[in-house]
Structures are given as C-alpha cells and as structure tokens.
C-alpha cells in the first residue's frame, strides 16, 4: 500500500482562510461604524414651543403650515409653506426630507396631526409648534 504524504504548506490553508475571514469581519465592522447615521426621530422633539419654534426659524428650519388657506391669507409666517392638512398625505412628494420640518396650524392641534402623518411616512425630523399661529403672532414673531 502506498504512503500518502501531505505537504506543510497545505496544513496552512484553514489558518489563512480562517485569517482572511477575521479580517473582512474586522473591515466590515470599522467601515460600518465609519458611516454617520441619521437623525433618530427621538433627536427632534414631537412639540416645540413657539420660542424653541423662532428659534428654528431663525436657524433656517423648514415651515409647513397646515392651514386651510383662508386662514393663511389672514396672516401666516414669512417663507413658510402651506399644504393644508386635507391634502398633505397627496403632497408628500413636495417635502424635504433632508431637512428639519417644524408644522404650524392655528392652535397646535392639526399640527399635530400633520406631524404624526409626516413620522409616519418616513419623515424624521418633525416637530409640531405648540400654540400654533395665535401663539407666534401674540408672542411678536414675524407675520405676513
């Protein structure tokens, strides 16, 4: 019967495959904790105050106004944009995604709604203005 040998570089083989696989694991880990995640909807409060609110718009922070548009011809704020609540699920597509959204409405409640309707297509960033409108113009912020 013939003696079969094996040779001492194919008893490395399993080691440097074994290698090979710790170290793409390793890169994979570094190249994913490398990577900025984004904002977490617990970064942005669900409801600011209208001081937090100007603030913001200040900052340069999206407006979406969720009034029906009577109300927004009485008075609204500078730069905001009005897609009134009954037809915001249909203009989704006209939001910026990328960027903060604070909601206003007259009193703090369809803002509110409007809020949770953005969270829950996917919108991270949303807050809702307490106080809505009454509260921005009583407090003197800029108005139209």
């Given at each position: 019967?013939?003696?079969?040998?094996?040779?001492?570089?194919?008893?490395?083989?399993?080691?440097?495959?074994?290698?090979?696989?710790?170290?793409?694991?390793?890169?994979?880990?570094?190249?994913?904790?490398?990577?900025?995640?984004?904002?977490?909807v617990a970064?942005?409060?669900?409801?600011?105050?209208?001081?937090?609110?100007?603030?913001?718009?200040?900052?340069?922070?999206?407006?979406?106004?969720?009034?029906?548009?009577?109300?927004?011809?009485?008075?609204?704020?500078?730069?905001?944009?009005?897609?009134?609540?009954?037809?915001?699920?249909?203009?989704?597509?006209?939001?910026?995604?990328?960027?903060?959204?604070?909601?206003?409405?007259r009193?703090?409640?369809?803002?509110?709604?409007?809020?949770?309707?953005?969270?829950n297509?996917?919108?991270?960033?949303?807050?809702?203005?307490?106080?809505?409108m009454n509260?921005?113009?009583?407090?003197?912020?800029?108005?139209?």
């Open positions: 019967m013939a003696k079969v040998t094996r040779s001492k570089g194919n008893s490395r083989i399993p080691y440097l495959l074994a290698g090979l696989v710790l170290l793409l694991l390793l890169a994979f880990a570094v190249i994913s904790l490398s990577q900025p995640n984004p904002p977490a970064d942005v409060p669900p409801e600011i105050s209208v001081d937090v609110a100007a603030q913001k718009y200040e900052d340069g922070v999206f407006f979406l106004d969720v009034r029906e548009p009577h109300e927004w011809e009485e008075v609204h704020i500078p730069g905001a944009v009005l897609v009134p609540l009954a037809q915001l699920e249909s203009r989704l597509s006209e939001l910026p995604r990328d960027q903060e959204i604070v909601v206003v409405c009193s703090g409640n369809r803002s509110a709604t409007a809020r949770d309707i953005l969270r297509a996917g919108f991270e960033q949303v807050s809702s203005m307490a106080g809505g509260e921005w113009a009583k407090s003197g912020y800029p108005t139209e």
